[in-house]
């Protein structure tokens, strides 16, 4: 079973950036989907951003024209730009790869938190 593990995750200040990661232990290219997600406390799961084999990204209203995904597939990693960061994306953010077929298989990461502070 492949393995998914965020990094990035820190404090930071409202306005501020952050870079995650994320580094599956064999090759991304078994995905059909990568994203991001988030859970803010006390609230439920949300998707931020994915992106799709052919390279087609989808963001969340909310992240749109802040935030940017991308991969790299030499070194098997997800990246999640985070730029003018807001309080409001303090969450703990998880990695996700998405295999289709007869029976979707949904890997995710332990999850890294970013605090984003006023």
């Known amino acids: 079973q492949v393995q998914l593990a965020e990094s990035g995750g820190g404090v930071v200040q409202a306005g501020g950036s952050l870079r995650l990661s994320c580094a599956a232990s064999?090759?991304?290219?078994?995905?059909?989907?990568l994203g991001w997600y988030r859970q803010a406390p006390g609230k439920e799961r949300e998707l931020v951003a994915t992106?799709?084999?052919?390279?087609?990204?989808f963001y969340a209203d909310s992240v749109k024209g802040r935030f940017t995904i991308s991969r790299d597939y030499a070194k098997n990693t997800v990246y999640l730009q985070m730029n003018s960061l807001k309080p409001e994306d303090t969450a703990v953010f998880y990695c996700?790869?998405?295999?289709?077929?007869?029976?979707?298989?949904?890997?995710w990461g332990p999850g890294t938190v970013v605090t984003v502070s006023s």
């Open positions: 996700n790869g998405r295999r289709d077929g007869f029976k979707r298989v949904d890997v």
């Open positions: 064999e090759s991304i290219s078994r995905f059909n989907v």
């Open positions: 992106i799709t084999s052919g390279g087609s990204p």
